[in-house]
């Protein structure tokens, strides 16, 4: 079965960071651009940041650039996202999916698939 499987996620209190991962299985990272997207109660899944194959390039939301970076370790077929400076609107439950982008990657949330589950991140004091 390919399908990513998030982890990491948890209640952080306001200024805090998590690290979140995301682990491929049944499937090799090396041939996809990776974006993490969340989705808040009662919003839209929104585009958070993405990477491309080789890692070379990286696109952020406006929300979170400075606060969030991206990366991947295509040997552990894994794909991480540090978020510092946690802020009570990143509550949200995060996911990550893969695309076929080439050398370059965007947050057009129609072109990712092998979808997981999700982590949830809640920050609150």
């Known amino acids: 079965q390919l399908q990513f499987v998030e982890s990491g996620g948890g209640l952080v209190q306001p200024g805090g960071s998590l690290r979140l991962s995301c682990a491929a299985s049944g499937f090799t990272l090396d041939y996809y651009a990776i974006g993490w997207f969340r989705q808040a109660p009662g919003k839209e899944r929104e585009g958070v940041s993405c990477i491309s194959r080789s890692g070379g390039s990286t696109n952020y939301a406006d929300s979170v650039k400075g606060r969030f970076t991206i990366s991947r370790d295509n040997a552990k077929n894994t794909v991480y996202l540090q978020m510092n400076g946690l802020k009570p609107e990143d509550t949200a439950v995060y996911y990550c999916?893969?695309?076929?982008?080439?050398?370059?990657?965007?947050?057009?949330?129609?072109?990712?698939?092998?979808w997981g589950q999700g982590t949830q991140v809640t920050v609150s004091s």
């Open positions: 999916a893969a695309a076929q982008y080439g050398s370059s990657c965007l947050m057009a949330i129609w072109e990712y698939y092998y």
